[in-house]
């Protein structure tokens, strides 16, 4: 593993950076350790997408990012501040998870009660015709679509023009459409020179809308590269198939094939390129059958990179 | 950067709200027109030499007043389950412009609560000297003070399902054991335990307007006592919430 090596103290250059972040819930037998030590350097102006399945730790690495949760262990430091005083002086804008709006009020009136609190706010116009709530501006709260609610929350998180702007699931209440004008206005957005980090368990969103992928399992970041090399990470693909009669040796020779898993005569074969190991599969072992070919999911791919083959098999 | 406009939004959310506003102000002159309706001749309730109108009026003035500020705090029950306070912390809004803007919603809804009795009450022939009337109402906003911490400790407690029962329940049992609905007998052990509740003494702030003397060393003693324990175990519930988020 690289170590970081620190060139400048200087804190103007100073983005987000957590160091040895721990947090466990619960004690006992039902402990549950969320994260097990995530330290992450994010310069100012990159986008970073942290991307994991359910339950890999990114909420509560965010949580604990924005000061809302208090780690056990580690620290937080956004633009060489701590998490609460960066967000006293109004320099972090985020959209949680979960989360309602308070009603009776109007989507203009909740963006304009929201703005008030901060030093620097944008122009109430622009934030609503940036995030495309401009025709419903007039609308209450409570009578929002879950679409148009994620967008006003967007717009909550983007109205104090923050140098950080933090994103946890920010499309998962989106139809297709919605989720495509949402990534627009975030690159707008992220092409302003702000600090992004949005969490999300799309593959294809952290790809297309993000300079860097921190790859989270179990509580940890197991892989830290631009998109591209995530994608290779994760583009294994396995070979399932009914096998006579072959050894472990003449599976693991096959070319394409990186690994062999064997129940019986059932055996598993993650490949490099499946397309050249099934050929050579079926030209070695005339007898196959049942042959399932899949995608390595981003759930399996984590568990690989993590090295937990036995929960990878569960 | 203003908490005055946060606090004008939760204000104009309030009067917004049909269910907050029918239940904090609708609902006490419903009380005082049937209740003192009825009685409106009766000049002498219960040997007091007090008009049935005005014993009432006072009384639903300090009940209506409570229960706007106690439901006024306990509206951050709502906002929690809606997750709406975390929201509010990753903004440099403080905690104590939060409560302020909550016990000022609070204090507002109070005051026209107040005011709608007082109306109700000439709309039964009461008429009171301004004196009186100022002394009175002075004391009842000073007597709200334990009842705002009661609103914010609640709205830390109960869940945005339980907060509605809990404040209807709370806020009948301490009106009845206050004397809002009728005198509390002058000793005995009904008048030992409600000489222990702030609402007795809430009630004793509004019969300032009957002749009474208002508050003595004990009132503002057990006033202060409530203020001081409630605020802390708000303050508590607080702290539990914020860190269980």
């Known amino acids: ?314 | 950067m203003s908490a005055a406009t946060y606090t004008r939004y939760e204000l104009v959310r309030t009067f917004r709200n049909r269910r907050f506003f029918i239940f904090s102000l609708v609902f006490p002159l419903v009380l005082y027109y049937l209740i003192a309706g009825p009685n409106r001749d009766e000049t002498d309730i219960g040997n007091t030499g007090i008009s049935a109108p005005l014993y009432y009026m006072v009384g639903l003035a300090a009940y209506g007043a409570m229960t706007a500020m106690i439901a006024s705090g306990a509206r951050i029950a709502a906002e929690r389950s809606l997750g709406w306070n975390r929201q509010l912390r990753i903004t440099p809004l403080s905690t104590r412009a939060y409560f302020r803007a909550k016990v000022l919603t609070g204090y507002t809804m109070a005051v026209i609560s107040l005011l709608a009795l007082d109306l109700a009450g000439t709309t039964l022939g009461v008429t009171l000297p301004a004196g009186e009337w100022v002394r009175m109402t002075a004391l009842i906003l000073v007597g709200l003070v334990p009842f705002a911490a009661l609103g914010i400790l609640l709205g830390h407690l109960l869940t945005a399902d339980s907060i509605g029962p809990a404040i209807g329940g709370s806020t009948a049992l301490l009106s009845i054991l206050g004397g809002t609905w009728f005198p509390i007998p002058s000793e005995g052990a009904l008048h030992v335990i409600a000489q222990l509740l702030p609402s007795y003494w809430l009630v004793q702030a509004s019969q300032v307007a009957l002749g009474g003397r208002g508050w003595d060393s004990r009132g503002w003693a057990v006033m202060i006592a409530w203020t001081i324990v409630l605020s802390l175990l708000a303050a508590r519930a607080f702290r539990r919430d914020t860190q269980r988020a």
Request: proline fraction near 3%; charge should be negative.
């Open chain 1, 1 to 314: 593993m690289a170590e970081v090596v620190v060139l400048s103290t200087d804190s103007r250059a100073a983005g987000v950076e957590l160091r040895g972040l721990v947090k466990s819930f619960g004690s006992g037998d039902s402990i549950v350790r969320a994260v097990q030590g995530v330290d992450v350097s994010i310069a100012p102006g990159e986008t970073v997408a942290l991307l994991g399945p359910n339950g890999a730790g990114k909420s509560t690495t965010i949580d604990m990012l924005l000061g809302l949760t208090t780690p056990d262990a580690g620290s937080v430091s956004l633009f060489g501040k701590t998490a609460s005083d960066a967000v006293a002086d109004g320099e972090v804008g985020a959209m949680l998870q979960t989360g309602g709006l308070i009603h009776d009020l109007s989507v203009r009136e909740l963006i304009a009660m929201v703005a008030s609190l901060y030093p620097r706010p944008l122009d109430l116009d622009r934030v609503l015709e940036q995030t495309g709530l401009d025709a419903i501006e007039g609308r209450r709260t409570q009578k929002l679509s879950g679409g148009e609610t994620q967008r006003l929350r967007f717009a909550l998180a983007l109205v104090s023009d923050p140098a950080l702007l933090v994103l946890d699931e920010p499309t998962v209440a989106m139809d297709v459409e919605a989720r495509h004008a949402f990534w627009l206005v975030m690159r707008r957005v992220a092409a302003e020179g702000k600090t992004i980090v949005f969490a999300t368990h799309y593959l294809e969103e952290a790809d297309a809308n993000a300079d860097r992928v921190l790859l989270m399992a179990r509580g940890r970041i197991v892989a830290d590269g631009s998109p591209a090399e995530i994608k290779a990470m994760t583009g294994v693909r396995t070979i399932r198939a009914t096998v006579r009669n072959a050894t472990d040796e003449a599976l693991a020779g096959l070319a394409g094939v990186t690994g062999v898993e064997r129940h019986g005569d059932r055996v598993v074969l993650a490949c490099s390129d499946s397309d050249v190991a099934i050929r050579a599969l079926l030209e070695r072992f005339t007898d196959v059958r049942e042959i399932e070919i899949s995608g390595a999911d981003l759930e399996q791919a984590f568990l690989q990179l993590t090295g937990d083959t036995e929960a990878a098999a569960a």
